[in-house]
């Protein structure tokens, strides 16, 4: 069964403090990607990567950077955060460009 | 670039009732996809059904199913017998068959009325 695991359902951090959220996938994806959701706006693409080491920019990458060590795991960066980063992340993963993404559970970041 | 519009923020469906969901989409590309994904309330996304635009037939899944119009560029999701674990906000989504990214609508919530 598919399974995309995120560290952790909700966190609250600092305005300036540095943010790790972990995304994990025990599929052997080849593509992962980062999303934030917000009400009225729907998901919009931070980053992607297609293989380990890569990254892609998505179309709100400002403020955000990712790491992809290893296949299995996709990390975003928040270098230090702000209240406008307060927002529900949703991470995915696909085998290849013609299936389709699997998510997972979300993280819901609130920064004060 | 392409587009994808949910015209529908929220709609109510009295359970058992049939509901259809509203999805345009702006493309200039004739090879592509289109995806109903489901997000219930515990906020798991899950894919509820796809369409190959090559395919003229529509696609069905159980009591989903959608209607796909390529030259109005339009692809809706009908529910029938809609039940409570069907509440849910549904987000109608593109990808360009050349591509990894997805492009979302801005979702419409569904709610059932026990």
């Known amino acids: 069964d598919v399974k995309v695991t995120q560290s952790s359902r909700y966190l609250v951090k600092r305005t300036g403090e540095k943010v790790f959220l972990e995304c994990v996938q025990d599929?052997?994806?080849?593509?992962m990607f980062w999303y934030r959701q917000d009400p009225g706006l729907g998901l919009r693409l931070i980053y992607f990567?297609?293989?380990?080491?890569?990254?892609e920019k998505g179309d709100i990458p400002e403020g955000y950077s990712v790491s992809r060590e290893k296949k299995e795991r996709f990390s975003l960066i928040l270098e230090s955060a702000s209240t406008n980063q307060t927002s529900m992340y949703l991470c995915?993963?696909?085998?290849?460009?013609?299936?389709?993404?699997?998510f997972g559970p979300g993280t819901r970041l609130t920064v004060t | 670039a392409q587009t994808v519009t949910q015209s529908q923020p929220e709609m109510s469906v009295q359970e058992a009732e049939t509901v259809t969901l509203s999805c345009t989409y702006d493309?200039?590309?004739?090879?592509?996809?289109l995806f109903w994904y489901k997000q219930p309330p515990s906020r798991q996304m899950i894919l509820v059904i796809r369409?190959?635009?090559?395919?003229?037939q529509n696609a069905t899944e159980n009591r989903f199913s959608v209607n796909f119009q390529k030259a109005a560029k339009s692809f809706s999701l009908k529910i029938s017998d809609s039940q409570l674990g069907d509440a849910a906000m549904y987000f109608c989504?593109?990808?360009?068959?050349?591509?990894?990214?997805?492009?979302f609508g801005k979702g419409t919530r569904l709610h059932i009325l026990p």
């Open positions: 995915a993963s696909q085998l290849g460009h013609r299936d389709e993404q699997y």
């Open positions: 599929m052997d994806h080849e593509n």
């Open positions: 990567s297609y293989d380990v080491k890569m990254k």
């Open positions: 493309t200039s590309e004739s090879d592509y996809y």
């Open positions: 369409q190959e635009a090559y395919k003229q």
């Open positions: 989504a593109y990808r360009s068959a050349g591509d990894d990214k997805i492009i």
